[in-house]
């Protein structure tokens, strides 16, 4: 760094100080729940003295120790979130794989065709996907009751597919147009076919693409909740609506630390894929914002 843009020490000192209070704000909420997340629920929402839920006063005499984990316990074996995480992986990965398959085909013939239609066709994709998701859900009900279709995953995976497929599209499309078409000239002209062409020239190069897109795609899958609480029975219900179910019977003793167990459960993957893939979503992301 230069001497012209050397930040002198107290405007260091107040940079530092600065981030170092906004990471533990934003990492406080997470870090206390999954704190609480070992304590029993007298503990966790004590009204009497809040460092019960620090020392665990009564979670060491309900249990014999600071720590306990009937809460995961309770939520993954006694009310079966394990079934909940498994709909959530189907959920995701068909909503990823046919997302994707779609927006990439779909994003590079338009992004090399020349005529005016593709312009309306994005614009008119970009119009479903600014509309509400509750309002597309109500249009797929009658149907769905009328073919005994309700309450499946694979009704779910058709509505999210049909939610998340403009966005894919926009954003693949994007970085389609951001490769010179040059590359498929070029792999044309050494004998490839147009398909061959995107997928052994134009396909490499568009990988952070994309991961970020696949990624972008997961996470609104997995977060969802009005597609999946309304489209889903009890029996096949995904993480975020179950998570629910449990604050919904907070009269229930224990109910409520299951909860706290099933948010870090849900949460926790996030994390850990953001800081696998860190790599490729600032590429990629970079990518779709710089000019090839």
């Given at each position: 760094?230069?001497?012209?843009?050397?930040?002198?020490?107290?405007?260091?000192?107040?940079?530092?100080?600065?981030?170092?209070?906004?990471?533990?704000?934003?990492?406080?909420?997470?870090?206390?729940?999954?704190?609480?997340?070992?304590?029993?629920?007298?503990?966790?929402?004590?009204?009497?003295?809040?460092?019960?839920?620090?020392?665990?006063?009564?979670?060491?005499?309900?249990?014999?120790?600071?720590?306990?984990?009937?809460?995961?316990?309770?939520?993954?074996?006694?009310?079966?979130?394990?079934?909940?995480?498994?709909?959530?992986?189907?959920?995701?990965?068909?909503?990823?794989?046919?997302?994707?398959?779609?927006?990439?085909?779909?994003?590079?013939?338009?992004?090399?065709?020349?005529?005016?239609?593709?312009?309306?066709?994005?614009?008119?994709?970009?119009?479903?996907?600014a509309m509400p998701p509750i309002t597309l859900v109500s249009g797929y009900l009658l149907?769905?009751?009328?073919?005994?279709?309700?309450?499946?995953?694979?009704?779910?995976?058709?509505?999210?597919?049909?939610?998340?497929?403009?966005?894919?599209?926009?954003?693949?499309?994007?970085?389609?147009?951001?490769?010179?078409?040059?590359?498929?000239?070029?792999?044309?002209?050494?004998?490839?076919?147009?398909?061959?062409?995107?997928?052994h020239v134009i396909i490499p190069v568009m990988w952070p693409g994309v991961i970020t897109?696949?990624?972008?795609?997961?996470?609104?899958?997995?977060?969802?909740?009005?597609?999946?609480?309304?489209?889903?029975?009890?029996?096949?219900?995904?993480?975020?609506?179950?998570?629910?179910?449990?604050?919904?019977?907070?009269?229930?003793?224990?109910?409520?630390?299951?909860?706290?167990?099933?948010?870090?459960?849900?949460?926790?993957?996030?994390?850990?894929?953001?800081i696998f893939f860190q790599k490729q979503i600032v590429s990629g992301l970079t990518a779709?914002?710089?000019?090839?």
């Open positions: 760094m230069s001497k012209a843009t050397r930040l002198s020490p107290s405007a260091q000192f107040f940079a530092y100080s600065f981030l170092a209070i906004w990471l533990i704000m934003a990492a406080f909420p997470f870090i206390w729940t999954l704190w609480g997340s070992f304590k029993v629920e007298g503990d966790f929402f004590s009204k009497a003295d809040w460092a019960n839920s620090i020392f665990g006063t009564l979670t060491t005499i309900e249990t014999g120790g600071s720590f306990t984990g009937a809460g995961y316990y309770g939520a993954w074996v006694q009310e079966e979130f394990w079934r909940a995480a498994l709909n959530t992986f189907i959920v995701c990965f068909c909503v990823v794989t046919i997302s994707l398959t779609c927006g990439t085909l779909g994003g590079y013939a338009l992004s090399r065709s020349t005529y005016r239609y593709a312009f309306w066709f994005l614009l008119f994709a970009l119009m479903f996907r149907p769905f009751f009328e073919w005994n279709l309700w309450g499946h995953l694979s009704t779910t995976i058709i509505v999210l597919v049909a939610i998340n497929q403009p966005f894919t599209l926009w954003m693949l499309h994007a970085f389609f147009k951001n490769i010179p078409k040059d590359l498929d000239e070029s792999a044309m002209v050494d004998g490839c076919t147009r398909f061959q062409a995107f997928r897109t696949g990624l972008f795609s997961f996470l609104l899958a997995y977060n969802d909740f009005a597609v999946t609480s309304m489209l889903l029975s009890k029996e096949n219900q995904t993480m975020v609506p179950k998570l629910a179910s449990f604050l919904g019977t907070t009269q229930t003793k224990g109910n409520v630390m299951f909860a706290v167990a099933a948010v870090v459960s849900v949460t926790a993957p996030l994390f850990v894929m953001i779709g914002a710089v000019k090839g």
